[in-house]
């Protein structure tokens, strides 16, 4: 172990000495968690919202701290804007007029976990298996935890990714390249080599463990049963990860009261399903 | 036979030739410049009048020109780029005049330092240069934060490029110092070409310093000064890159200017119609401009 150790998820660290992370982010005992932090001279969370890179990390975070949801079931309406959407932004906004909290208003996902990676900040909210191989040092240990909830039951983001072909018109073209696709998918051995080179999890069970002996994957696949809805496909994605940054930028600057923020996030989120 | 002989003492005939060749060598510039400035320019015009989209592809008249006058997003845009354009045009022309004047006439060697120091930030580059400005202006760990604290002159550490007080001054800090580098150079060489027999007369008239500047100086680089204003504003208007990789026109749209948002919607939101009207009317603001400081600034050299 290096010298300290960090805890990390689609991440979140702190210091050994902060045991419960629920503590730290629901307030209930912000003053030793600052003291502790302010003495190791370091910021403990930063929600960043200086641009788009990451933004799902924010999003989970909000989304969890009192289950709020980010789309409906039917994936019809993006839909934070909800009573506890508003009261996770508020306890946020809170939190980080008290100092416990950084609101990155300059930064985004990627200045965030360089600045994890450099130790200036004790915990990352978008951490990913890419950047644990990205970032890997003896600096520090990284410790993974599920993103804090009022209810105990995280709500995970996850990204599937896939394939596509292109119709260019030559059906010759696309049989074949459906073929590779395949190839590279289903091969007995090289689907599972294709994957494990990704860092990424197989989206079927057949493959079964591919990193085994692994505590730290092992512990994120057994997270698999908190994912919560897929929206990334959703109409109107783009325009809603546009308006979501910059909806942070107003409520941490304080140009628009949560309410007034998630209305208008609300109205031009949803302006394609009108 | 009578041949027809142009007054060049040429037959038409061979005149027609020559001619044809000459076109012949412009062709491939004139289709490069169709191809890539012409055509899509039109094209821009063109589907500024449509509802464009990944999906789709409908006339809709003047409605995206309607909508840019009520988007709170386009207006802010729209204030913040007139503001660069405000104060960077005469800080940058007044700057590089004042240097320009100071070392024009210092020798060779002092004169290329001067030169060099200034031009550099032109020619390394808009992405290295913005990359250490960012560090520089890091709130965690930048240099700017670590002496003014250190200084007692702030408390505590400052977003500098996450502040909407500080923001836009940052951006316009850093066009500031990639503007002046050419302005520079243009100034040095205007000042050193002015006719020194009218300066020495002036000397010998009695003439003070500031007199000889502004009735023999200033007039002699009135072109330069115009190329100056005119490619600054142009500049100005079309700030992007510091602003896409510095502040993505945050915090709260203090920072975004009308480029940044025509890129947002073009290749974020996927409303290419609506980012071509903001091209369009960027293009006749810009237009305007130059036609006005055309018109206001007398380039013809006159003592």
Not at chain 2, 91 to 100: K, N, P, R, Y
Not at chain 2, 256 to 278: C, D, P, Q
Request: charged share 15%; with cysteine.
């Amino acid at each position: 172990m290096g010298d300290h150790e960090s805890l990390a998820f689609g991440g979140f660290s702190l210091f050994q000495m902060v045991e419960d992370l629920a503590v730290f982010i629901l307030g209930l005992d912000l003053a030793l968690v600052r003291e502790a932090l302010g003495k190791a001279g370091k910021i403990g969370i930063s929600v960043y919202c200086g641009g788009q890179g990451g933004d799902q990390g924010t999003r989970a975070l909000v989304s969890n701290l009192y289950g709020a949801t980010i789309a409906n079931k039917t994936n019809t309406r993006y839909t934070m804007n909800s009573p506890e959407g508003a009261r996770a932004l508020e306890l946020l906004k809170d939190l980080e007029k008290k100092g416990y909290i950084d609101a990155g208003l300059s930064i985004a996902a990627a200045d965030e976990l360089q600045l994890f990676a450099q130790q200036q900040i004790a915990s990352t909210i978008c951490w990913g298996t890419s950047n644990a191989l990205n970032y890997a040092t003896d600096a520090f240990t990284q410790v993974s935890v599920p993103f804090p909830s009022n209810d105990s039951v995280p709500s995970l983001e996850y990204l599937v990714n896939g394939f596509c072909v292109f119709d260019n018109k030559d059906a010759g073209r696309a049989e074949a390249a459906k073929k590779l696709i395949q190839f590279i998918c289903d091969d007995p051995e090289w689907g599972k080599v294709n994957v494990v080179k990704t860092g990424a999890f197989p989206v079927r069970s057949s493959f079964g463990d591919l990193y085994p002996g692994n505590p730290e994957y092992a512990l994120l696949a057994s997270w698999m049963k908190y994912y919560g809805g897929y929206y990334n496909t959703m109409p109107g994605f783009a325009a809603m990860r546009t308006e979501w940054w910059n909806m942070l930028q107003y409520v941490f600057t304080g140009d628009k009261t949560v309410a007034k923020a998630l209305a208008d996030y609300d109205v031009n989120s949803n302006a394609v399903f009108k | 036979m009578h041949s027809a002989i142009n007054k060049h003492g040429v037959s038409h005939a061979i005149q027609r030739q020559i001619d044809r060749v000459s076109y012949l060598f412009l062709l491939p510039m004139v289709l490069f410049f169709l191809s890539f400035v012409i055509i899509p320019m039109a094209m821009g015009i063109f589907t500024s009048f449509f509802d464009y989209t990944m999906g789709g592809f409908h006339f809709n008249g003047l409605d995206n020109y309607i909508e840019l006058f009520k988007d709170p997003k386009f207006l802010r845009s729209f204030s913040n780029t007139f503001i660069i354009v405000v104060v960077s045009v005469p800080a940058v022309t007044i700057f590089s005049l004042w240097v320009g004047s100071l070392i024009y006439d210092k020798s060779a060697w002092v004169t290329s330092a001067f030169r060099g120091i200034f031009y550099l930030p032109v020619v390394t580059g808009t992405v290295p240069v913005v990359v250490v400005w960012k560090w520089i202006f890091d709130k965690y760990a930048g240099v700017l934060n670590y002496v003014l604290v250190n200084l007692g002159v702030i408390e505590k550490n400052i977003a500098w490029l996450g502040e909407r007080s500080t923001a836009i001054w940052c951006i316009l800090a850093i066009l500031f110092t990639t503007s002046i580098g050419q302005p520079i150079v243009l100034y040095i060489s205007a000042l050193a070409n002015i006719d020194s027999s009218v300066l020495e007369a002036a000397k010998v008239d009695g003439a003070s310093g500031l007199r000889t500047f502004w009735q023999i100086k200033w007039p002699s680089i009135m072109p330069t000064t115009l190329y100056v204003v005119v490619i600054t504003t142009i500049n100005s208007f079309q700030c992007f890159a510091l602003i896409q990789l510095l502040t993505s026109g945050g915090p709260a749209y203090s920072t975004s200017t009308i480029m940044y948002y025509l890129y947002v919607n073009a290749f974020s939101l996927y409303r290419y119609g609506y980012a071509n009207a903001m091209g369009v009317l960027l293009a006749l603001v810009i237009g305007a401009f130059s036609i006005l400081q055309f018109a206001s600034i007398k380039s013809g050299v006159d003592y």
